[in-house]
T-cell receptor, first 114, second 111 residues
Framework: DTGVSQDPRHKITKRGQNVTFRCDPI?????LYWYRQTLGQGPEFLTY????????KSRLLSDRFSAERPKGSFSTLEIQRTEQGDSAMYLC????????????FGQGTRLTVV | AQSVTQLDSQVPVFEEAPVELRCNYS??????LFWYVQYPNQGLQLLLK??????LVKGINGFEAEFNKSQTSFHLRKPSVHISDTAEYFC?????????FGTGTRLKVLA
């Protein structure tokens, strides 16, 4: 068990470009979450997968954002036509089934839109 | 609706002094609560968790928290802080499809 891994760790992109981030959860975890964290703020929920099904999406998630989790393993988060306001740390977390379990977080992908 | 409120955005404290970071929650269903710590430029690490049973929960690095149902609180405490405890601390509530974070408390330990 190597924990939750995210790739890349840092991404600098020009406004208007598309970016994609990858998350590899802990292998036996069937739940996967994406969060966004801006400087000085707490993480904000973006979306949740149970296995391959996307069961919850935040209203914060505009149409430019899309996430997938094919085959219930790794997940990708894509941002199309990036804007400067998208600059943030994108965190992935995984957990096993049940509300009484903790989430394990990755180190995050820091996105800077210039 | 479920929510978490951290009452202090910043807490400065001298080294070896005690500290309490306050957290209140709102939930109409079973409550599962966590404290996470985020050191500068690092990811989120679990400090401790309350799932059921004893209301006093002990975690890593000498931290503990007390679950108080009547006051809907889950305050984090440490009897003697170290410089290395300087970090951001998040109180988290387990919701139906997500973990709900408070806004965080920045603990600054002064020499």
């Amino acid at each position: 068990d190597t924990g939750v891994s995210q790739d890349p760790r840092h991404k600098i992109t020009k406004r208007g470009q598309n970016v994609t981030f990858r998350c590899d959860p802990i292998s036996e975890h069937n739940r996967l979450y994406w969060y966004r964290q801006t400087l000085g703020q707490g993480p904000e929920f973006l979306t949740y997968f149970q296995n391959e099904a996307q069961l919850e999406k935040s209203r914060l998630l505009s149409d430019r954002f899309s996430a997938e989790r094919p085959k219930g393993s790794f997940s990708t988060l894509e941002i199309q036509r990036t804007e400067q306001g998208d600059s943030a740390m994108y965190l992935c977390a995984s957990s096993s089934t049940g509300k009484n379990t903790e989430a394990f977080f990755g180190q995050g992908t820091r996105l800077t839109v210039v | 609706a479920q929510s978490v409120t951290q009452l202090d955005s910043q807490v400065p404290v001298f080294e070896e002094a005690p500290v309490e970071l306050r957290c209140n929650y709102s939930s109409s269903v079973s409550v599962y609560l966590f404290w996470y710590v985020q050191y500068p430029n690092q990811g989120l690490q679990l400090l401790l968790k309350y799932l059921s049973g004893s209301t006093l929960v002990k975690g890593i690095n000498g931290f503990e928290a007390e679950f108080n149902k009547s006051q809907t609180s889950f305050h984090l405490r440490k009897p003697s802080v170290h410089i290395s405890d300087t970090a951001e601390y998040f109180c988290v509530l387990s919701g139906t499809y997500k973990y709900i974070f408070g806004t965080g408390t920045r603990l600054k330990v002064l020499a």
